[in-house]
């Protein structure tokens, strides 16, 4: 598979997840009056959220190592939450119809069911 086709299906299986995770997690919604709005704002927010995980979670890691060992790795829903919450930020102040309301539960849980929904979508779909 290219390149590009793995970033469109990576950032397509995202933009599912975050789409699922409007329904299933309170706290996150998703406040579009068009179909082609909802689809292109979680098309964004999908590519937010990769940018976001890309640049901050290898910087955090590195600086945080003490309290990933310390915490045997329980950090990461954390620093995934916030992660999370920063993108939801990042999408208001872009005027997207993106909300993510607080850190506890819609960030944490929100970012737990995106990972989890994007991971099954990936076995799915990534057939090297």
Not at 23 to 40: A, D, K, M
Not at 53 to 62: G, H, S
Request: contains cysteine.
């Amino acid at each position: 598979m290219s390149f590009v086709t793995s970033l469109l299906i990576r950032l397509g299986s995202t933009a599912l997840a975050f789409w699922l995770a409007t329904f299933v997690v309170p706290g996150i919604r998703l406040e579009s009056n068009s179909l082609g709005e909802s689809v292109s704002t979680l098309l964004l927010v999908s590519a937010i959220f990769g940018v976001v995980n890309a640049v901050l979670q290898p910087i955090i890691k590195t600086v945080g190592c003490g309290f990933y060992l310390l915490t045997l790795g329980l950090i990461a829903v954390v620093v995934n939450g916030l992660l999370f919450l920063l993108t939801g930020f990042i999408a208001e102040q872009l005027e997207l119809p993106f909300h993510v309301d607080n850190f506890w539960p819609a960030a944490v849980l929100g970012a737990l069911f995106v990972s989890v929904v994007t991971w099954v979508l990936g076995l799915i779909l990534d057939r090297d």
